[in-house]
């Protein structure tokens, strides 16, 4: 994907939203739908079943007819997508979607006219019901996209993704390789001695982000005091995972374009990151020092840098069985 930042005017912002919520209406209607389901009923509606159902939704609900077609269709295709994912066995169940998290939405059957520059660093795109949405050019737009994504994190900001699969970085031809030991102290040990860091927050920062942390445990759940402080929180989390991410993608691509072979600990990351608190019967040790340890996992980016290694230098990433490769030879 190609992200990019939108610029909505405040009016466009708003619409924006509906969208946003008409999508995840849509999304969890179906969740509903699925979780109605018990052996020996009737199957689930599929996506054709609720597109007809959609139909006549729209018909009878003058609110729900005002937003775009578009968008809720492809809301229900998308919820079709992720429940052929769960049953391939590659992700987990579908699940409810709530407001502020995970906004956005999809929309396919773009044209080449629908996204054009205005100068060297603005373009717009053309987005249904909401009309031309300005964002800032960072790169060049590829070729033939015919679908794209508007997004919005939690810090409130907005993005467009276009959808086009970029070409593999070549290998060097050089024959060289390298191992990749990922740790905490260190984020990526290569074998030829070079140690990198992901980047974190800066001293101050992290004191601000302790004393918003405060302040959100004494604010009253529901309150404007409490909307505004996570706000904040969310702010410094962004920059925090933006910095992350960026470190992740010029080193990965740093590493498919020195090395043609790359070797990695094939680590079980949900599992090495599960929380040690157990149950009441059996509680857990050193639960704090574990939780420490999971963050400090979770802020290197492990398994993302891994994933874009593969994405970029596909067919040259090898997996490493990580048994027994932290002992030292005796001699």
């Known amino acids: 994907m190609s992200r990019y930042r939108l610029q909505p005017s405040p009016a466009q912002e708003q619409v924006l939203l509906e969208h946003c919520g008409h999508a995840r209406y849509m999304w969890n209607l179906a969740v509903e739908q699925h979780a109605h389901w018990k052996p020996g009923r009737k199957s689930a509606p599929g996506f054709a079943e609720q597109c007809r159902q959609l139909t006549e939704a729209r018909a009878e609900f ?8 578009i968008v809720q269709q492809q809301a229900l295709k998308d919820f079709a997508q992720a429940m052929a994912h ?6 987990r169940r579908p699940t409810w979607r709530k407001r502020g998290r995970g906004e956005g939405f ?3 059957a773009a044209e080449a006219g629908d ?3 205005l100068s060297r660093q603005v373009g717009e795109v053309k987005i249904p019901k909401v009309g031309w949405v300005r964002f800032r ?3 060049p737009i590829p070729g033939g996209v015919k679908s794209f994504r508007v997004t919005r994190d939690a810090a409130g900001r907005w993005h467009v993704a276009f959808a086009a699969i970029p070409e593999p970085i070549p290998a060097p031809g050089t024959g060289v390789v390298v191992g990749v030991d990922r740790g905490v102290a260190v984020s990526a040990a290569l074998s030829t001695g070079e140690t990198l860091n992901a980047p974190a927050l800066r001293d101050i920062e ?11 445990a004494r604010a009253k759940r529901g309150s404007n005091r409490r909307g505004r402080v996570k706000a904040a929180i969310a702010k410094l989390k962004a920059r925090e995972s933006d910095r992350r991410k960026d470190w992740i993608e010029k080193t ?8 043609d072979m790359i070797a990695v600990e094939d680590l079980k990351i949900s599992g090495m990151t599960r929380t040690a608190k157990g149950t009441l019967d059996a509680p857990g040790r050193n639960v704090r020092q574990k939780a420490g340890l999971n963050r400090g996992i979770l802020a290197s980016g492990w398994g993302l840098l891994v994933e874009r290694l593969e994405h970029k230098a596909p067919g040259r990433v090898q997996k490493i069985n990580p048994r027994y490769t932290s ?5």
């Open 86 to 91: 769960y049953f391939g066995k590659t992700h």
């Open 106 to 108: 999809r929309i396919v």
């Open 115 to 117: 996204v054009r520059r």
């Open 252 to 259: 990965s691509t740093g590493l498919a374009r020195r090395f």
């Open 137 to 139: 050019w960072s790169r």
């Open 206 to 216: 992290k004191t601000r982000l302790a004393r918003l942390l405060r302040k959100l």
């Open 62 to 69: 003058a609110w729900l007819r005002t937003g775009s077609i």
């Open 327 to 331: 002992q030292t030879c005796n001699a």
